[in-house]
């Protein structure tokens, strides 16, 4: 098992950055703070595999959960519904 920043529970936020390059983290997320479901396992990384690159080495990939009320302040259906999304280590903060 790799040495992981992030355990289930843990309270994150994304990283509020546009990169030049390819990157696969929505806009919608960027700057909004979710939760750690898990760690579902090590990635090669796409960011640089977009421009060629092999990808290597590997890098950590976090299920993380957001309420729909953090990522869209009129979200309007339950308080309670949720939005699981994949992301690279290297996107997520602490809070």
Same mark, same amino acid.
């Given at each position: ?8 529970? @843990? ?6 950055? &546009? ?5 696969? &983290? ?21 960011? &640089? ?19 729909? &009320? ?9 308080? @309670? ?15």
């Amino acid at each position: 098992m790799p040495d992981l920043a992030f355990s289930a529970g @843990d309270r994150v936020i994304v990283r509020d950055e &546009t990169p030049s390059h390819h990157h696969r &983290t929505p806009w919608y997320i960027k700057a909004r703070r979710g939760r750690v479901i898990e760690f579902i396992g090590m990635y090669l990384d796409s960011e &640089t595999r977009a421009h060629g690159g092999s990808g290597l080495p590997e890098l950590p990939m976090y299920r993380v959960e957001f309420d729909q &009320t953090e990522l869209w302040p009129d979200y309007a259906e339950s308080p @309670d519904d949720k939005l699981w999304i994949d992301l690279y280590e290297h996107w997520l903060e602490p809070v």
